[in-house]
T-cell receptor
Framework: DAKTTQPTSMDCAEGRAANLPCNHSTISGNEYVYWYRQIHSQGPQYIIHGLKNNETNEMASLIITEDRKSSTLILPHATLRDTAVYYCIVRGNFGNEKLTFGTGTRLTIIP | EAGVAQSPRYKIIEKRQSVAFWCNPISGHATLYWYQQILGQGPKLLIQ????????DSQLPKDRFSAERLKGVDSTLKIQPAKLEDSAVYLCASSPTGGRVETQYFGPGTRLLVL
């Protein structure tokens, strides 16, 4: 079973920041938070991951609360191409531990 | 760099028929994964190979599903006989090593419809 809870769907205006929340209240100390997204008719695509510090890359920023029980993925300037299902996944960062996807958040960018 | 290739992209069969899917991973990637994604759900791992050996097949319905990765490169996933509930997208992914989640690259998937 997925260890995360995400809203089923969200809308965001084009050009605005999209903030996608994720709850992972049972996360353990050695587990990371990963974000993937899946654009329609494509396979999932890795976005970003973090342990406890905030992270930023060319695609997005990840804000993890101090108690690590929740996080927010931020797409700073959303475009229509960001319309996708976004998955928040909790996983240890070692060995061959599998990726367990939940149902994700369907983000729709509105022109 | 070429991505993960899968074929066919679409397949329609009747229940109790057999079907096979093919995956060609990114060159040099040691680890290959097959996922099943039912409509409205996230992908579920069916089987993971490290080179030509099986690492995890705990969620593979072995009475009807089989997979092989001969020579540690290409892989095939077979369903025999198919059931209605097998209708799904079958995704193949590969990574250079088995541990780093962020290096899993997914193919476009094969969409299977069982009638």
């Amino acid at each position: 079973d997925a260890k995360t809870t995400q809203p089923t769907s969200m809308d965001c205006a084009e050009g605005r920041a999209a903030n996608l929340p994720c709850n992972h209240s049972t996360i353990s100390g050695n587990e990371y938070v990963y974000w993937y997204r899946q654009i329609h008719s494509q396979g999932p695509q890795y976005i970003i991951h973090g342990l406890k510090n905030n992270e930023t890359n060319e695609m997005a920023s990840l804000i993890i609360t101090e108690d690590r029980k929740s996080s927010t993925l931020i797409l700073p300037h959303a475009t229509l191409r960001d319309t996708a299902v976004y998955y928040c996944i909790v996983r240890g960062n070692f060995g061959n531990e599998k990726l367990t996807f939940g149902t994700g958040t369907r983000l729709t960018i509105i022109p | 760099e070429a991505g993960v290739a899968q074929s066919p992209r679409y397949k329609i069969i009747e229940k109790r028929q057999s079907v096979a899917f093919w995956c060609n991973p990114i060159s040099g990637h040691a680890t290959l994964y097959w996922y099943q994604q039912i409509l409205g759900q996230g992908p579920k791992l069916l089987i993971q190979f490290q080179n030509n050996g099986v690492v995890d097949d705990s969620q593979l319905p072995k009475d009807r599903f089989s997979a092989e990765r001969l020579k540690g490169v290409d892989s095939t996933l077979k369903i025999q006989p198919a059931k209605l509930e097998d209708s799904a997208v079958y995704l193949c992914a590969s990574s250079p090593t088995g541990g780093r989640v962020e290096t899993q690259y997914f193919g476009p998937g094969t969409r299977l419809l069982v009638l």
